[in-house]
């Protein structure tokens, strides 16, 4: 079912002397009306150059569901944010950890060594040397 010029104009909430200008200028297609040499416009080509707009009350509903399904798109990629948080930390801990328990066992080999007796060189001491070449010590 074609609309005529007030019909299409009040499903895209436009002004009448708007499509006009688009038929003439070619942009919407429309055929005259024989009977009453009004203009007939299709929907699907007045929805082709202009959106269709929807009533205020579907559009709220619309949009109360798309907000619900948002927020719920929302919730999961937050969640999923949470537990990669989650898992960088418990890595991070395990890291700290094993770090800790290798600065321990570091820190137990040093203390060992300087515990440990110092190695006494036996047998002759080797020539000092002079930081000038040309001289002897």
Do not use: C
Request: hydrophobic share 45%; proline share 5%.
């Amino acid at each position: 079912m074609a609309y005529t010029l007030a019909e299409a104009a009040k499903a895209v909430h436009r002004d009448k002397t708007t499509l006009l200008r688009a038929i003439k200028s070619g942009k919407l297609s429309a055929v005259r009306d024989a009977a009453t040499g009004g203009w007939l416009i299709e929907p699907a080509e007045l929805h082709r150059v202009y959106p269709a707009v929807i009533d205020a009350a579907m559009d709220a509903a619309a949009n109360a569901a798309l907000r619900s399904s948002d927020a719920e798109v929302e919730i999961r990629e937050l969640r999923a944010r949470l537990d990669d948080k989650d898992d960088q930390i418990a890595d991070l801990r395990r890291r700290l950890d094993a770090e800790a328990e290798e600065r321990r066992r570091l820190t137990a080999l040093i203390a060992d060594r300087s515990t440990a007796p110092a190695v006494l060189h036996l047998g002759p001491e080797p020539p000092r040397r002079s930081w000038w070449p040309w001289r002897r010590a």
